[in-house]
């Protein structure tokens, strides 16, 4: 088991950069999902890692030893593909054990290292099938299984589970949080899906163009987004961002409609509300808002509702199911405390 | 019966005229050769037309074969000793050059695509580049080269020759190959500790399998085909293939017409074979090897 | 510190790389570019066996190759090859192909059939076809006869034009498989869609053809038309079997042979392979800059 520490890392293609300084630790044991848009580079930083792609800068240490110029296979590392990557040729079996083969270790430390891991995913049965005869799911255990038999320090994964159908992959996400908790092993895990990262990781970076945003944990993201981007990126459905005025503990957001501030901040603004925290209140509640409904969409666990307000669109979200239809005017508030801010010019947290 | 189904009965009408026209074209200058050489020679030479063997012999075959025979009265030597000269050296050199052009194609083309090294791209462009060279353009100062290097009228000078003439196309095709192979499939082998040349090895060849078949399949009929290459480079029958044995047929006193279509058949049966179980790789290999 | 370390590395992975193309370079070095090189620098001398020494003559031996009335006549047959070789090719070859896009029982049988022509020895291919062209006792003469459509034997490379006509078809018997295979390739890459697009459009099957297929299979067929015509211009194998060395059907590749290793003049056929040369590669030049560029489409 290891620590990894990416210190100021930096990749060019040529003279274009494509990363710009990224700097985080991952403790022993630990579970980190790299998120971000496409495109942002959590690919490109997961793989150098992992060796396969050349660090133009900066360094990556595993357990303490820069790894900048040592081979994958000598970095003590496991990956798990976006495709899975099985050798099509080889069985279950060979597939799993091909890395301990190279290794040199003796067929019958092969066949128990392999038996163990197979029992651990469910795989015992299928360990004679190729690759093409496995279902998706099950491909994806052996791209695992071929993962833990070599015991590493560090688990890489990469996108590994946006193959996988909506249903497989809320099951995947949990087998793979629980064998985390049983191999205790360190993982590094990239995905483009926010949920993914919110349910499964101890710690969430979130990276944009090539630089990170905010790294910390899930729930801390949530509560506290350092910025505009994160504050938009985590959370589903997305928060609420209006640009406004701020000065005088209110934020005018348009010309006939300011909103109370517990900050004292002034100048140009974004204020943030979640769709949860958005309440119906009577009307003519003090620092309320009154919005025609545009959209309402239902999923029965909850009830989404697009509203106008003049220019600005607003988005709320409500569990307990309101009798709100289309063309309504409501009266909603922002629940007290729970607003973001965000300066319109750097777009970081000011409150 | 309805329009539509009249219209529908008329298209595959159509379709099964322009099927078996195409079959004829493509299949019936080959049977009507597998005709003659079935035919006895005075049947050959009669005025009446025939379109399939009355009076089928093996006659033919049994000349090329060793059989003396007699023919416009006279006792004619037998051609079994030059045919089968021919024939050896058709099979030798073809599948020489086939396994020296896929084993430096396989090999070679997995570099160029996966290898970063200096002059890489320049290079491939220059050795495809030479697919639009016409033979001759380099055979006049190649005879030169070979008589100096004593390597004229010899399997190892023709065997290079061929590879030389065919590695370009192969290259090529195996490039397409690798290129459409997964490129996470060989760094998991990397992780998983392989060397790069072990994972060509184990893990990149095997997978290329459908590929190498046809570049091989393409390489040999090119071989197998070859005329202009041996007829300057194989004078003699120490290397001479059928391609060029078979004319020289035509020349001599007489013509027997009988005798070249049996022979025709013989060289011929080769592609066939290939062509019959292989068809598959072939026309995926074309189809590779042809579009960008 | 780690960029000398990396530097390093790369020379590993290029150490490896230029040792797997070491038989590349050398095969093609040594048996292509360097004779190219020598054929373009000889091509300014009198290299000729049966004559002593071999002076530079600047450029002579191109001002022979297009000022001799042979050559010329040559040049001439080619060009006639090419302009009917093309037209039989990609006229049945689309139609082939069209067809073998249509079939779809027995299409991988059909389709080994059509390409079995290409697959088979250029040479057996004209001795087979020499025999149908029998004055005497061929089947065309004898189809022809049965047919009532001619009366007594036709010799039929008595007449040069015949003679063109003939090693052209046998010529695109050969080739015009590799045609199908590029435009099938082509036909098989556009969406079925787009057809049930146009049917509820209301174009009709001809003007699907016009409007959807034709313009999606440009590409295909710019390197169709470019094969065929490099082919067509180093046709060697059929006119050489069915009529020799005459000059009523001597292509510009038989000249070059006859010049070359008949006549002994070996400069004079490096320059006329060398035209050829120029000749197919601006072929493929056109093709590629004015059709392929063209008319893509993403």
Redesign the interface.
């Known amino acids: 088991m290891a620590q990894v520490t990416i210190h100021d890392l930096t990749k060019s293609y040529g003279t274009t950069q494509v990363m710009h300084g990224v700097s985080f630790d991952v403790a022993d044991g630990e579970f980190v999902a790299l998120v971000g848009p496409s495109g942002c580079g959590k690919s490109t930083l997961l793989r150098m890692i992992?060796?396969?792609e050349d660090i133009s800068g900066g360094t990556v240490s595993i357990g303490g030893r820069v790894v900048n110029e040592v081979?994958?296979?000598e970095r003590d590392?496991?990956?798990v593909?976006?495709?899975y990557?099985l050798?099509?040729?080889m069985s279950v079996r060979e597939n799993m054990g091909?890395?301990l083969k190279?290794?040199g270790e003796s067929r019958a430390d092969i066949e128990k290292n392999v038996a163990i891991a197979a029992e651990i995913l469910g795989l015992t049965p299928y360990l004679d099938r190729m690759p093409k005869q496995l279902s998706g799911g099950q491909r994806q255990r052996v791209a695992m299984g071929?993962a833990i038999v070599?015991h590493p320090a560090v688990f890489l994964f990469d996108e590994p589970l946006s193959n996988l159908d909506a249903a497989l992959r809320v099951q995947m996400r949990a087998e793979i949080r629980s064998l985390h908790e049983r191999l205790g092993s360190t993982s590094i895990f990239v995905t483009h899906d926010q949920v993914e990262a919110m349910t499964m990781a101890d710690r969430i970076v979130v990276m944009r163009a090539g630089r990170l945003e905010q790294a910390g944990p899930p729930l801390e993201l949530y509560d506290r987004p350092q910025n505009a981007f994160v504050a938009g990126f985590i959370g589903s459905p997305a928060m609420n961002l209006l640009p406004g005025q701020a000065g005088g503990g209110q934020v005018r957001l348009s010309a006939d409609l300011t909103l109370p501030l517990d900050s004292t901040a002034t100048g140009s603004v974004l204020y943030g509300i979640r769709p949860e925290h958005l309440e119906l209140v009577p009307t003519g509640t003090p620092g309320s808002i009154i919005a025609k409904v545009v959209v309402v969409e239902s999923t029965g666990t909850a009830m989404f509702v697009g509203c106008k307000l003049a220019e600005i669109t607003l988005h709320a979200l409500f569990t307990d199911r309101p009798p709100v239809k289309r063309g309504d005017m409501i009266v909603l508030r922002p629940r007290p405390g729970l607003s973001h801010l965000f300066d319109a010019e750097t777009q970081m947290r000011i409150g | 019966m309805t329009p539509r189904a009249t219209k529908r009965l008329a298209t595959n009408a159509a379709?099964t005229l322009?099927?078996a026209l195409?079959?004829i074209?493509?299949?019936g200058?080959?049977y009507?050769?597998l005709v003659?050489s079935l035919t006895p020679p005075n049947a050959?030479?009669?005025d009446n037309?025939h379109l399939w063997p009355v009076t089928p012999t093996w006659e033919h075959y049994a000349k090329l074969f060793g059989a003396t025979s007699t023919s416009q009265g006279n006792q004619v030597q037998s051609v079994w000793p030059q045919f089968r000269a021919a024939l050896l050296n058709s099979i030798i050199t073809s599948l020489a050059a086939t396994i020296v052009t896929v084993a430096?194609a396989a090999?070679?083309a997995?570099?160029?695509v996966r290898?970063?090294?200096?002059g890489?791209d320049a290079?491939f462009i220059?050795?495809v580049a030479?697919l639009?060279?016409?033979?001759?353009?380099?055979?006049?100062?190649?005879?030169?080269?070979m008589i100096a290097a004593g390597l004229i009228d010899t399997y190892t000078g023709v065997t290079?020759?061929y590879?030389?003439a065919f590695?370009?196309l192969a290259?090529w095709l195996m490039r397409s190959v690798y290129q459409a192979m997964?490129l996470?499939?060989e760094?998991?082998?990397?992780?998983?500790?392989?060397s790069?040349?072990?994972t060509l090895l184990r893990?990149v060849l095997?997978?290329a399998g459908p590929g190498l078949v046809a570049c091989a399949i393409l390489t040999f009929?090119s071989a197998?085909?070859?005329?202009?290459i041996p007829?300057?480079f194989s004078p003699s029958l120490a290397t001479k293939p059928?391609?060029?044995l078979?004319?020289e047929f035509v020349t001599r006193n007489y013509v027997d017409?009988g005798l070249?279509?049996a022979a025709?058949i013989i060289?011929?049966v080769p592609?066939?074979i290939?062509?019959?179980f292989l068809?598959?790789f072939?026309?995926q290999g074309?189809?590779a090897g042809?579009?960008? | 510190m780690h960029t000398l370390a990396s530097r390093l590395r790369?020379t590993r992975?290029?150490?490896?790389?230029?040792l797997?193309?070491l038989?590349?370079?050398l095969?093609?070095g040594?048996?292509?570019?360097?004779?190219?090189i020598?054929?373009l620098i000889?091509s300014f001398f009198r290299v000729e066996p049966m004559k002593p020494g071999s002076p530079f003559v600047g450029i002579k031996n191109y001002v022979t190759v297009m000022t001799d009335r042979t050559v010329l006549a040559a040049w001439g047959t080619t060009a006639v090859y090419v302009i009917l070789a093309v037209v039989i090719e990609t006229g049945g070859g689309l139609?082939?192909a069209l067809?073998?896009n249509?079939?779809t029982i027995g299409r991988?049988w059909?389709?080994?059939?059509?390409?079995?022509?290409w697959?088979?020895?250029?040479?057996?291919?004209a001795?087979?076809?020499g025999?149908?062209f029998?004055p005497?006792?061929g089947?065309m003469n004898?189809?022809l006869?049965?047919t009532g459509l001619t009366s007594g034997n036709h010799v039929w490379f008595n007449d040069r034009g015949t003679g063109l006509v003939l090693i052209s078809l046998v010529h695109a018997?050969r080739m015009m498989p590799?045609t199908v295979?590029?435009l099938?390739?082509a036909l098989q890459s556009i969406p079925k869609e787009l057809y049930e697009a146009a049917k509820l459009d209301g174009a009709t099957a001809l003007q699907s053809l016009r409007q959807i297929t034709l313009p999606l299979i440009a590409?295909?067929l710019a390197?169709?038309l470019s094969?065929s015509t490099?082919f067509a211009?180093?046709l060697?194998?059929e006119a050489?079997?069915l009529n020799g060395a005459s000059t009523d059907t001597r292509s510009i590749?038989i000249q070059?042979?006859i010049s070359?290793?008949q006549n002994l003049k070996?400069s004079v056929?490096?320059a006329?392979?060398?035209l050829?040369?120029v000749a197919?590669?601006a072929v493929?030049a056109i093709y590629v800059l004015r059709v392929y560029r063209e008319t893509r489409f993403e």
């Open positions: 992992a060796g396969l081979e994958p296979k590392i496991a990956m593909f976006q495709n990557a050798y099509p040729h091909f890395s190279l290794r071929r070599r | 379709l322009g099927a195409l079959l074209w493509s299949l200058p080959i009507w050769s003659a050959l030479i009669s037309l430096i090999v070679g997995w570099a160029f290898l970063k090294f200096p890489r290079l220059a050795v030479t639009a060279v016409p033979g001759f353009t380099v055979l006049i100062p190649l005879y030169r080269l290079l020759i590879v030389s590695l370009p290259l997964p996470s499939l760094e998991a082998a990397w992780i998983d500790g392989a790069k040349f072990y893990i095997p997978l009929l197998w085909g070859q005329f202009m007829l300057v059928l391609t060029v078979i004319p017409y070249m279509n025709g060289a011929i592609p066939i290939l062509v019959l068809n598959r072939l026309v074309l189809m042809a579009s960008k | 790369l992975d290029g150490r490896l790389g230029l797997l193309v038989p590349v370079i095969i093609m040594g048996l292509v570019f360097f004779p190219l020598a054929s000889e139609m082939a067809l073998l249509r079939i991988r059909l389709l080994a059939a059509v390409v079995l022509p697959c088979l020895p250029p040479v057996i291919n001795i087979i076809w025999w149908i029998n005497s006792y089947l004898g189809l006869q049965a018997w590799l295979i590029i099938l390739a590409p295909g390197i169709a094969q490099v211009i180093n060697f194998d050489w079997i590749t070059t042979y070359a290793f070996l056929g490096m006329l392979s060398l050829i040369m197919s590669l493929s």
